[in-house]
């Protein structure tokens, strides 16, 4: 794993009721409580979801990748 991917943020997504995203800030190391195992790159993730439709791939202004998949 490249240095940079170690303190990659992580975030889980919630979908909640009608149309509200809830977003949770993961901390890496032993405070967190999780390690950081693998940092997948837009061709990982197209592999993951290739039975899908379609995937678009989006950069926020906050360099955060983002990834819409259609079943």
Sequence with gaps: MKDAAR???CYRYHL????MLETQVLT????GGFKLQRVFNNRHIE????IFLRIKFF???DNIREALVLR
Excluded at 16 to 19: P, R
Excluded at 28 to 31: D, F, P, R, T
Excluded at 47 to 50: I, S, V
């Design 16 to 19: 909640t009721a009608g149309d």
């Design 7 to 9: 303190n990659a943020p």
């Design 59 to 61: 950069l926020a202004r």
């Design 28 to 31: 890496a190391g032993k405070a």
């Design 47 to 50: 592999g993951l979801f290739e």
